[in-house]
């Protein structure tokens, strides 16, 4: 039997549709599953905070906040997370969110067993691609790697974690070197310290956030770019452009 590697969650408000998907998940013998379920898209936020799944199999008709919904917020915070709509309608506007929110697979109702394997054929071939490509780049290979190399393990992984919780000690630790001779190469290379380099990706994205979603609130823009104290990034944000959160979106 292949290994349970990759952790699938279900949400769904249909309990006996719920609790089949999450059967055939856990019988398809690809290396999925299933961790968590959830009955509306605010059940699964809170959940996929707590269980950090790969996959989310979301339907789209659910009561409190929608799958639509759901998928966007995904979308901005959990970008690595797969995510599958799970639907009763054919509808034109779900394949339009499916194609700006990068949803990886459309199941239609009743769910046909043959089409929920070939998805999860295909989600396993993305998973096994990403996991193969993060090693290559990220693990540190036995022989020595140039200053060179090493600034460009560091840009990539700063990027691929910038809305995590991670600073300059975290990094250097990762990398195991210390924090003062990563700074001093990455400086030489780029211009910029890492820490300098984290900030203005934060910024930047916080920045595009506040023009375009102002459905969202400062405190969550703030949680979406690594800083969940709302009055810490309130000050880091002031410092690097001038203007408060509030002052920059116009408000």
Do not use: W
Not at 47 to 54: G, H, R, S, V
């Amino acid at each position: 039997m292949i290994e349970c590697i990759y952790r699938v969650m279900v949400v769904e408000d249909e309990e006996r549709i719920l609790n089949n998907i999450i059967r055939k998940i856990d019988e398809s013998n690809l290396g999925f599953k299933v961790v968590g379920k959830a009955l509306t898209g605010k059940q699964a936020l809170t959940l996929a905070d707590e269980l950090t799944p790969d996959v989310i199999f979301t339907d789209i008709k659910m009561p409190v906040m929608d799958g639509l919904e759901l998928i966007e917020h995904l979308y901005f915070r959990y970008p690595y997370v797969k995510v599958v709509i799970i639907s009763g309608y054919a509808d034109f506007e779900y394949a339009q969110k499916a194609i700006i929110y990068d949803v990886k697979g459309y199941l239609l109702k009743p769910i046909d067993n043959e089409a929920l394997m070939e998805i999860l054929r295909k989600l396993k071939i993305m998973l096994d691609s990403e996991k193969k490509l993060y090693r290559e780049r990220f693990l540190l290979p036995k022989e020595p790697l140039t200053q060179e190399e090493i600034v460009f393990l560091v840009r990539e992984f700063i990027k691929e974690n910038y809305t995590e919780n991670i600073n300059l000690n975290f990094i250097a630790e990762r990398f195991n070197y210390s924090v003062s001779y990563l700074s001093r190469i990455f400086s030489q290379y780029t211009g910029i310290s890492p820490y300098r380099y984290l900030i203005e990706l934060r910024i930047n994205r916080a920045k595009h956030l506040l023009q375009n979603h102002r459905e969202l609130s400062i405190k969550q823009i703030g949680e979406l770019v690594g800083y969940p104290d709302q009055g810490y990034f309130s000050r880091i944000f002031k410092r690097f452009t001038g203007k408060s959160p509030q002052e920059f979106r116009g408000e």
